[in-house]
């Protein structure tokens, strides 16, 4: 990786300990073709969020500029192969359909998939859509499948303590934010 790019001051320092690399907290929607090596963005993903949604505005959300700028860089610099990931909620965006057209517009063979951590025996529920595209008609090939987990999976429930009241999340903060949490059950399967 040559760069990487994030709002959030406190994912900037962990990503700079864990990969020795500081991100920039530059936006998207200012990057020019120049300054463009290599991206690795958290940015994207918030506008299609379970709160991001709610508004409704898709490519109208000033947010949504940086992913148009990328659009826009993409089709100028023309690299051989791009992924991109976010949120399960952006395969059914305006947006979504606009980078897809815009591929299929440049010559871009692609594939998308919805995939989850736990698909890859990480003990973690994280739906996320992901577009693999090349201009290597031959490449996409090797794109079309991915592998899942052998791993059998284990009962949530393995790993939690007996119940204690003091860490549960109060129901005022439940009603407020709980269509955002990734709710799970004792007795869901993870591996």
Same mark, same amino acid.
């Given at each position: 990786?040559?760069?990487?790019?994030?709002?959030?001051?406190?994912?900037?320092?962990?990503?700079?300990?864990?990969?020795?690399?500081?991100?920039?907290?530059?936006?998207?929607?200012?990057?020019?073709?120049?300054?463009?090596?290599?991206?690795?963005?958290?940015?994207?993903?918030?506008?299609?969020?379970?709160?991001?949604?709610?508004?409704?505005?898709?490519?109208?959300?000033?947010?949504?500029?940086?992913?148009?700028?990328?659009?826009?860089?993409?089709?100028?610099?023309?690299?051989?192969?791009?992924?991109?990931?976010?949120?399960?909620?952006?395969?059914?965006?305006?947006?979504?359909?606009?980078?897809?057209?815009?591929?299929?517009?440049?010559?871009?063979?692609?594939?998308?998939?919805?995939?989850?951590?736990?698909?890859?025996?990480?003990?973690?529920?994280?739906?996320?859509?992901?577009?693999?595209?090349?201009?290597?008609?031959?490449?996409?090939?090797?794109?079309?499948?991915?592998?899942?987990?052998?791993? $059998?999976?284990?009962?949530?429930?393995?790993?939690?303590?007996?119940?204690?009241? $003091?860490?549960?999340?109060?129901?005022?903060?439940?009603?407020?934010?709980?269509?955002?949490?990734?709710?799970?059950?004792?007795?869901?399967?993870?591996?």
């Amino acid at each position: 990786m040559v760069a990487a790019f994030d709002q959030n001051l406190e994912a900037n320092e962990t990503f700079a300990h864990n990969f020795g690399l500081k991100p920039s907290d530059r936006t998207l929607d200012s990057l020019k073709a120049d300054s463009l090596p290599a991206l690795k963005s958290g940015g994207l993903v918030r506008l299609y969020t379970v709160y991001g949604a709610g508004h409704g505005k898709d490519l109208a959300d000033n947010r949504a500029k940086s992913l148009l700028n990328l659009i826009q860089l993409m089709v100028k610099l023309q690299p051989e192969t791009i992924m991109i990931e976010n949120v399960l909620a952006f395969k059914s965006s305006q947006a979504n359909q606009h980078l897809r057209d815009s591929l299929t517009r440049n010559g871009y063979y692609f594939v998308s998939y919805d995939l989850c951590s736990s698909d890859f025996a990480v003990p973690m529920k994280r739906p996320r859509h992901f577009i693999v595209a090349t201009l290597n008609s031959a490449l996409i090939s090797r794109f079309k499948r991915f592998p899942r987990s052998t791993a $059998e999976p284990i009962e949530l429930n393995s790993f939690l303590q007996e119940d204690r009241a $003091e860490l549960l999340v109060p129901p005022d903060i439940m009603s407020r934010y709980g269509d955002g949490f990734d709710l799970v059950e004792r007795q869901t399967n993870h591996y």
